[in-house]
Each structure stands twice: as structure tokens, then as C-alpha cells.
């Protein structure tokens, strides 16, 4: 049974950091491309990062230069690294995974995910 599980939730002020975590386990990793996605109340789950098997990431360009995505395929961990968090950050965030490389457009679209965890929750206060 294919599991993910993500961790790090919490509550921060503006330009305060948080890394979250996502333990994968019941497929072989190494072989699938893995995203972090969010959704804000009212509105749709959103890309943030993807990172390939080959290290290969891509980023949102609402992101790009303050989030930082990695993966360590020994013991099947996905992680994102936010620093400078915006009140606009808020949402629940979710991990997901695709058995497949990331360099398509559709890697940034929550529908062409195969496996999702169940989120774990961003607070950012200004």
C-alpha cells in the first residue's frame, strides 16, 4: 500500500522558516517524480516545486528563490525548505507522487498525480 505522509506543520510571523517533510513508503521511490502542491481556503490546489530522481527540481514562480525542494531517496523522504514566509503562503500543503520523470508541464498540475498524502498546514502571520 502506497503511504505518504507529510510533517511540519506550524504557525509562523512573515519571513520566519519552516521545513516540512514527507515520508513515502510501499513504491520504489527512486522512480517517481515528487511534488509539493497547496491549496489556500476557496481555492484550488497549487504547484510549488517538483524534483525528479535525477535531483531535476522546478518551482512556482510565487516561490522561486525562498522555497528550496529536496528529496533523499535512501530512506524515501521528500522535504521542502521555506524561508521568508509571506502571510500569502498560508494553505495546507501536500506532497504527491507520479511514476514518471517531472520534465513535462504537467508536472505542476495537482491532476497528473498518481499519490497524495494528506496535508499538513502552513500559518503565516503578518
Known amino acids: 500500500q502506497v503511504r505518504l505522509m507529510e510533517s511540519g506543520a506550524d504557525s509562523v510571523q512573515s519571513g520566519g522558516s519552516l521545513r516540512l517533510s514527507c515520508a513515502v513508503s510501499?513504491?520504489?521511490?527512486?522512480?517517481?517524480?515528487m511534488g509539493w502542491f497547496r491549496q489556500a481556503p476557496g481555492k484550488g490546489r497549487e504547484g510549488v516545486a517538483t524534483?525528479?530522481?535525477?535531483?531535476?527540481?522546478a518551482y512556482s514562480d510565487s516561490v522561486k528563490g525562498r522555497f528550496a525542494i529536496s528529496r533523499d531517496d535512501t530512506n524515501n523522504s521528500l522535504y521542502l525548505q521555506m524561508d521568508n514566509l509571506k502571510p500569502e503562503d498560508t494553505a495546507m500543503y501536500y506532497c504527491?507522487?507520479?511514476?514518471?520523470?517531472?520534465?513535462?508541464?504537467?508536472?505542476?498540475?495537482?491532476?497528473?498525480?498518481?499519490?497524495w498524502g494528506q496535508g499538513t498546514q502552513v500559518t503565516v502571520s503578518s
Open positions: 504527491a507522487a507520479k511514476r514518471a520523470g517531472c520534465y513535462t508541464s504537467g508536472a505542476m498540475r495537482a491532476d497528473w498525480y498518481e499519490y
Open positions: 510501499g513504491l520504489t521511490y527512486s522512480g517517481y517524480c
Open positions: 524534483i525528479d530522481s535525477h535531483g531535476r527540481r
